[in-house]
């Protein structure tokens, strides 16, 4: 098991960008991939991104193609999420989340570990 801590959400307007970043307990180069799940009021939790263990292979929710980006640095255990032109349909909270297989997956179920999550706002 790994503990998982986000940070760097915030407040911010829409058309604006934020960076999250989630730290790993453990070294997070132990063949596991990670990703980004949100959660709105009233809404069930849904993917936004993962990425492998290498960092080489990477999958997006369609809402956020092209906008948000996903990398890790193993060294430093940690994974980050880099959100831009963000809109207030952003607006949730984001989860930070580990596997224990190595390759992407997209779904809830397929996650072994999460973090408590951060909120972001982003108003109109």
């Known amino acids: 098991q790994v503990r998982l801590v986000e940070s760097g959400g915030g407040l911010v307007q829409a058309g604006e960008s934020l960076r999250l970043s989630c730290a790993a307990s453990a070294r997070t180069s132990s063949r596991r991939a990670m990703g980004w799940f949100r959660q709105a009021p009233g809404k069930e939790r849904e993917f936004v991104g993962g990425?492998?263990?290498?960092?080489?292979?990477?999958s997006y929710a369609d809402s956020v193609k092209g906008r948000f980006t996903i990398s890790r640095d193993n060294a430093r255990n940690t994974m980050y999420l880099q959100m831009n032109s963000l809109k207030v349909e952003d607006t949730a909270v984001y989860y930070c989340?580990?596997?224990?297989?190595?390759?992407?997956?997209?779904?809830?179920?397929?996650?072994?570990?999460w973090g408590q999550g951060t909120q972001v706002t982003v108003s109109s």
């Open positions: 989340a580990a596997r224990t297989e190595p390759w992407v997956a997209q779904g809830r179920s397929d996650y072994a570990d």
């Open positions: 990425i492998s263990w290498t960092g080489g292979s990477t």
